[in-house]
DNA sequence: GTGAAAGCGCTAACAT
DNA sequence: ATGTTAGCGCTTTCAC
């Protein structure tokens, strides 16, 4: 790396000290305008930007925010790292992304990221805390927030799944279904597990009985059970039932993609679907859905992590969002009410 | 931040000197075995770890690599992030993140990004170099991979647009179309401007005659005319002339998503449509599109900035790819040569 | 093989 | 308002 200036250059060429170059540099109200005026133009010349490093060593703080996110494969994820990142500018902090191919690694880079001196915070994607995580975390005294997950202990910034859940399959029984069929991912993910509570809370409510033959979870490990083909195979063994389910809430809509695509194949288009995220391709092959607001999470998690950052102390602060119902043609009311109005019929899958 | 061991503290209990302990963190092999475990031990019961900002100082280089994203929105950069993440694993760098929510601002973050100290190397992404980026690139000295696009001065891993271009425009030539328009984006785009050589590439070819009435232009601001209104409004612009052409290429899949909206809209669905890019989407309306290899692009990125970190002086490396052609209903034959085998109907667009 | 000591580039008391 | 100086936690000659 080519030799360039430092703090003691601009020091020299502007014939002050090294002190009053930092403090120069750090905004400090002691600096006269004229030395301040002096040192700028100088620095200018030479081209002198402070060393992030060593501020960082002298300081005794970090500039990074690590981000940890295990199978970044998500368009959710873009978009919570956009509001994260927007939400960065105005701080002095840079984003460190840490994401891992499968969740077995997760804890490796966990213990890595929350080393000392590491980052100034992180913002941990999506990952169940059980009783060694929250060990860990909370030893490091690092502040954390949870995004997408839920922990009492921590700040955290997720969506109400449960009443997500709920709301789907409410939404598909006012459609005029009755025999409404579930698709989760693995018995691990907490937010499968939450859908479902809903899912089994709409149908208490409604006077529908809870049928387990109703209830597929996927035994995909990839991606904890968030893959099409879970879906897809989920949904072949539906319609290999004697009386498969009329409607089927798939707790997510990569899942509800991977079912649609055997509903055609099997041309049981006359089953209505509901998913859940709303990621891009919903809109287009009209999937009804519940819509996460992404980008704002982001936002407000590294908010949160900004303030924790400032006052340690803090009493936890938590944001739970409430999912927004996306009603797109694959809910359509069911037959017996009325006929698909939209049916899906589109899907031209390659 | 909780006091937490240091070099010295490791030193005092293993009795030895901090230049020791140094040697064995640094896996020096001038160390005696026993002392190694020694130091070894007490660290691991101290939980002593070193702190990477401290290390970055005195060897004078950092543990960074910076991804610099405009406007990171297509699942593009989360594929090719992946690959740069796998292939980062292995090493010792981080990858820090900075993405900006337009092009203006790209300028502001590069230079943030390439001063000393910062990163040991950058990736650019979909950044066209002009003469003043150019230069503040080569000035800097640091190790650059461009990805997505090209420059004939830096390490570069992109796909062959002008190729690509190429390759959809004779498809639908092949299908049996003659009247063939294209969707391009801002003029100042480089990938597009590549593609519409291609094009061109392909109508002199087959003998057909250019006609500038066929090119539409999109004039969106944002993310550079890659949008679906730009597509959309092009493509309604197409439909609105006296002869429309009977076939369509767009410069990437998001616009060729919205061109599609405007045919469906008008009932035009006999208009042949082929995009670029693959993005996950496509498939499910039948999009046929040029692919490019994501994932791919970034390990190989990866692997060319690391090369370059050791070996600075060494070659310029470019690598490019050839895009892959993605043969979906969107491009069926021609009404003319055969009917479509498989219409795009099916766009529940809500 | 090991230690002493001089940095890396900056910040932050403490002086003046 | 400005300068002096002692670190921050580590690496790396240079001795021994």
């Known amino acids: 790396m080519r030799k360039e200036a430092t703090i003691y250059d601009i020091a020299n060429a502007a014939g002050v ?6 403090r120069v540099f750090n905004n400090s109200p002691r600096v006269s305008a ?3 005026d002096r040192v700028c133009v100088v620095a200018r010349e030479l081209g002198y930007v402070p060393h992030p490093t060593a501020r960082s060593l002298a300081k005794r703080r970090s500039h990074w925010i690590s981000a940890v996110i295990p199978m ?3 368009y959710f994820y873009l978009e919570v790292l956009r509001g994260v990142q927007d939400s960065l500018v105005c701080s002095d902090y840079d984003l460190v992304v840490h994401s891992t191919a499968s969740m077995e690694t997760i804890d490796d880079q966990l ?3 929350i080393q000392r001196g590491r980052s100034a915070g992180v913002l941990l994607f999506s990952t169940p805390l059980d ?3 929250t060990r860990l975390l909370q030893s490091s005294r690092q502040p954390v927030v949870l995004v997408d997950v839920y922990h009492s202990d921590f700040d955290a910034v997720s969506i109400d799944n449960e009443l997500g859940g709920y709301m789907a399959t409410r939404h598909l029984i006012e459609q005029g279904y009755r025999r409404i069929g579930i698709i989760t991912a693995n018995a691990a993910s907490a937010p499968s597990i939450e859908r479902e509570k809903g899912y089994r809370r709409a149908l208490r409510e409604a006077g529908i009985a809870y049928d387990e033959a109703l209830v597929r979870a996927s035994d995909d490990p990839d991606y904890h059970g968030f893959t099409e083909d879970a879906g897809r195979s989920a949904m072949e063994g539906f319609l290999d039932m004697d009386t498969p389910p009329d409607a089927v809430f798939a707790v997510s809509d990569i899942q509800a993609l991977g079912a649609l695509q055997a509903m055609q194949e099997r041309g049981a288009t006359a089953i209505g679907l509901i998913g859940f995220d709303d990621i891009m391709i919903s809109k287009y092959v009209g999937l009804s859905t519940l819509r996460q ?3 704002e999470m982001g936002r407000v998690a590294l908010e949160k992590l900004l303030r924790r950052i400032e006052a340690p102390e803090r009493p936890i602060s938590q944001m739970h969002f409430n999912p927004r119902l996306v009603v797109r043609g694959s809910s ?3 037959a017996g009410e009325l006929a698909h109005s939209t049916p899906i019929t589109g899907i031209a899958y390659v």
Do not use: D, G, L, W
């Open 17 to 22: 000290s090294i002190a009053t170059v930092s």
């Open 34 to 36: 004229s030395t301040r």
């Open 72 to 74: 970044m494969t998500s």
């Open 111 to 113: 213990a890595n990221v």
């Open 131 to 133: 009783a060694e995580r």
């Open 293 to 295: 607001p992404m980008y």
């Open 332 to 334: 359509a009311p069911a």
